[in-house]
Structures are given as structure tokens and as C-alpha cells.
């Protein structure tokens, strides 16, 4: 068995791809690279192919139809064999230092027959033409060097979740959720995340710098015109999130509410870009998702209603949906998101 199977999901990703799996590979036969090319229309096929000949025992090319990036996740997930499970994109790359940390510490959990159900660790923010690089860490909140369970969670700060960059799942817990991620969907990496969460018993924080996350390309789809763009899938994903996991059955209140904290701050982000795109069909859209937040959590729409970032996104006409943006703005500054 591999001890680490990462997956590249790649769509028309000849340009950074390269850079991508050379950063992978130091991990040697310990680890599988997994490069599914989802139907691209450029050269991604063709080098995913020459890395998979030139590195037989650690790299597989996978074809598929375009079926969008959660669907390449499943696939990755179908063919994995390692212990572990890690998703990279391919303008992403991974730190080596910090590689060569992970694996160690994954070996260790194999060796000691100590089986840990979610490693977390830290991501930067590799915002082209930044001055300085954002680095999301959680060590004031999460226990170090040792094992432990949702109830030792401390206070995460506004802004610093659990992202898909920053999990390394077990594979068979994986598996064993039945997540499958929907097809033709963006912004399905929070349902990556969310979803497998209450599975989650053995976690293990590792405080190094491990995923770097490009940020800058007119085209990412994290890219805010972009994210207006294709505001459906977004609330089609917010929507999946409530939907897919009931709150009330987590028998974790840490747990419980931490899942809470993070739907909150998705629709956060639905509500602030239906406002920022100052189109009437889109402020329908975010009173309609406030609706359906209503008939399905009250809780979450207390929260929404009568919180601090809910009163943000609630503010009273015109004026208030300027200052609604306003700080918006501030929190990408302040945070270095785009």
C-alpha cells in the first residue's frame, strides 16, 4: 500500500501543471501521483501520459470525460491505494521541506499502528504581485505534536477555516462517508472538506507551511468576477452543505458549532457576491437563499439575521449594501484572499 495518494485534478492545465508534479515527486515510492485530466482539449493529456511512462510506480494518468473538478476528485478517490488522501490542483504546488515533514509524520501514524482520521496543516496565500504572502496557520487553536479529539478544539478566528488545502483525509474514511461530489460544479472543495467531518474522531495538527495556493490568473475560477459569473453553482454548493449533513445529529458541540461557524461564512460569501454584482436578479437570489436558509436552519438564519457578519450582509438599502462591500474589501486586504 502507498502511504500518501494525491490526486491532480487538470483541465486544459499544460501550462503549470509541470510545476505542480515536480514538487510532488520528492515524495519518491512512497507516494502515488494521481493525474486525472477531466476532458481537457490542450496538452494536459499528452504530459500527464510522459509523467506516468518516465515514473511508473509512483504516477498514473487517468482520462475521463469532462465531468468538472469534483468529479475528477471522485475518480482520484476510486483509483486511490494509499492510506492517505490529498488533492493539489494543478496551479498549486507543495512545499519540499514541509513534503518531506508530512511524509514523515504519516509514516509514523503507520508504524505505530496510530490511525489518525484528518491531518491538518498550514497553506499560503501565493497571491501574484502581493508584497507579502498570507499564511493560514491554526496553532492557536489546535493542539500540537500529539493526537486529538474535536472537544480539545480551541477558538478558531474569523476567516481561518478548515480548507481543502490544509486537510490531508484517511482514504478509507473517505470512502467509507460515501462522498461524492456533484458533477459540472465549482467551489465543490467546501464540500470536500465539510462533508467527511463527522467522521472525524483522530485528528492531528502539523504546524508547517505544507500547501501553496496560487492565487492571481484572470481565468481561476476563484477569481471574483468569475465567482459573480457563476454565482448559481455557488449557491447550489451552499445549499448542498445544509442539506447534506444534519448539525443536530453531531454529538461534538465543538464540532457542532465549528460546522455551523464555516456554513456561516460560505453564505457570507454568497450573500456579499450577489450584493457585489449590483444586479437586481441577484439581490432576488440572495432573498431567496435567505428563505431557503429559514425553512431548513433556523439557527443558521438567527445567526445570519441577528449576528455580526449576518447584520453585514442585511444592511438596509443602497447605503447599506455599499458598506455591505466596503468590508468586504477590508477582509481581502486583511485576510489576502481574492
Same mark, same amino acid.
Given at each position: 500500500?502507498?502511504?500518501?495518494?494525491?490526486?491532480?485534478?487538470?483541465?486544459?492545465?499544460?501550462?503549470?501543471?509541470?510545476?505542480?508534479?515536480?514538487?510532488?515527486?520528492?515524495?519518491?515510492?512512497?507516494?502515488?501521483?494521481?493525474?486525472?485530466?477531466?476532458?481537457?482539449?490542450?496538452?494536459?493529456?499528452?504530459?500527464?501520459?510522459?509523467?506516468?511512462?518516465?515514473?511508473?510506480?509512483?504516477?498514473?494518468?487517468?482520462?475521463?470525460?469532462?465531468?468538472?473538478?469534483?468529479?475528477?476528485?471522485?475518480?482520484?478517490?476510486?483509483?486511490?491505494?494509499?492510506? %492517505?488522501?490529498?488533492? #493539489? &490542483?494543478?496551479?498549486?504546488?507543495?512545499?519540499? *521541506?514541509?513534503?518531506?515533514? =508530512?511524509? @514523515?509524520?504519516?509514516?509514523?501514524?503507520?508504524?505505530?499502528?496510530?490511525?489518525?482520521?484528518?491531518?491538518?496543516?498550514?497553506?499560503?496565500?501565493?497571491?501574484?504581485?502581493?508584497?507579502?504572502?498570507?499564511?493560514?496557520?491554526?496553532?492557536?487553536?489546535?493542539?500540537?505534536?500529539?493526537?486529538?479529539?474535536?472537544?480539545?478544539?480551541?477558538?478558531?478566528?474569523?476567516?481561518?477555516?478548515?480548507?481543502?488545502?490544509?486537510?490531508?483525509?484517511?482514504?478509507?474514511?473517505?470512502?467509507?462517508?460515501?462522498?461524492?461530489?456533484?458533477?459540472?460544479?465549482?467551489?465543490?472543495?467546501?464540500?470536500?472538506?465539510?462533508?467527511?467531518?463527522?467522521?472525524?474522531?483522530?485528528? %492531528?495538527?502539523?504546524? #508547517? &507551511?505544507?500547501?501553496?495556493?496560487?492565487?492571481? *490568473?484572470?481565468?481561476?475560477? =476563484?477569481? @471574483?468576477?468569475?465567482?459573480?459569473?457563476?454565482?448559481?453553482?455557488?449557491?447550489?454548493?451552499?445549499?448542498?452543505?445544509?442539506?447534506?449533513?444534519?448539525?443536530?445529529?453531531?454529538?461534538?458541540?465543538?464540532?457542532?458549532?465549528?460546522?455551523?461557524?464555516?456554513?456561516?461564512?460560505?453564505?457570507?460569501?454568497?450573500?456579499?457576491?450577489?450584493?457585489?454584482?449590483?444586479?437586481?436578479?441577484?439581490?432576488?437570489?440572495?432573498?431567496?437563499?435567505?428563505?431557503?436558509?429559514?425553512?431548513?436552519?433556523?439557527?443558521?438564519?438567527?445567526?445570519?439575521?441577528?449576528?455580526?457578519?449576518?447584520?453585514?450582509?442585511?444592511?438596509?438599502?443602497?447605503?447599506?449594501?455599499?458598506?455591505?462591500?466596503?468590508?468586504?474589501?477590508?477582509?481581502?486586504?486583511?485576510?489576502?484572499?481574492?
Amino acid at each position: 500500500m502507498k502511504l500518501l495518494s494525491v490526486v491532480i485534478p487538470c483541465y486544459n492545465s499544460q501550462d503549470y501543471m509541470k510545476y505542480c508534479i515536480e514538487s510532488l515527486l520528492p515524495g519518491g515510492e512512497a507516494i502515488e501521483i494521481l493525474i486525472v485530466n477531466d476532458g481537457s482539449m490542450d496538452r494536459t493529456g499528452e504530459i500527464a501520459d510522459i509523467y506516468a511512462a518516465k515514473y511508473p510506480t509512483i504516477v498514473k494518468a487517468i482520462h475521463q470525460p469532462n465531468g468538472g473538478h469534483g468529479q475528477a476528485i471522485n475518480t482520484g478517490l476510486q483509483h486511490a491505494t494509499g492510506a %492517505y488522501f490529498k488533492v #493539489v &490542483d494543478s496551479d498549486d504546488w507543495v512545499d519540499t *521541506r514541509a513534503y518531506f515533514k =508530512v511524509i @514523515e509524520t504519516l509514516q509514523q501514524f503507520i508504524t505505530d499502528k496510530s490511525f489518525v482520521d484528518l491531518v491538518i496543516s498550514n497553506f499560503v496565500y501565493e497571491k501574484e504581485n502581493a508584497k507579502y504572502k498570507k499564511v493560514m496557520k491554526y496553532d492557536n487553536a489546535l493542539p500540537e505534536q500529539r493526537i486529538f479529539s474535536w472537544e480539545e478544539l480551541g477558538t478558531l478566528r474569523k476567516g481561518q477555516y478548515i480548507l481543502m488545502h490544509s486537510v490531508i483525509y484517511r482514504t478509507t474514511l473517505l470512502k467509507e462517508s460515501g462522498l461524492e461530489l456533484p458533477k459540472h460544479t465549482f467551489y465543490v472543495d467546501n464540500l470536500y472538506v465539510y462533508r467527511p467531518l463527522k467522521y472525524v474522531n483522530r485528528i %492531528y495538527y502539523l504546524n #508547517v &507551511d505544507f500547501y501553496r495556493y496560487f492565487i492571481g *490568473r484572470d481565468d481561476q475560477s =476563484v477569481n @471574483e468576477q468569475v465567482m459573480i459569473r457563476r454565482i448559481d453553482q455557488q449557491i447550489k454548493v451552499n445549499k448542498l452543505m445544509l442539506n447534506e449533513v444534519d448539525l443536530d445529529s453531531i454529538v461534538s458541540e465543538k464540532l457542532r458549532n465549528y460546522m455551523l461557524s464555516h456554513l456561516e461564512i460560505v453564505t457570507v460569501v454568497s450573500a456579499i457576491l450577489l450584493i457585489r454584482s449590483g444586479n437586481i436578479e441577484n439581490l432576488r437570489k440572495k432573498k431567496e437563499l435567505m428563505s431557503y436558509i429559514r425553512a431548513n436552519n433556523y439557527e443558521l438564519y438567527h445567526n445570519l439575521k441577528y449576528g455580526v457578519m449576518g447584520r453585514l450582509i442585511n444592511l438596509p438599502g443602497s447605503v447599506g449594501r455599499k458598506i455591505s462591500v466596503g468590508a468586504y474589501k477590508i477582509s481581502q486586504k486583511l485576510v489576502g484572499f481574492n
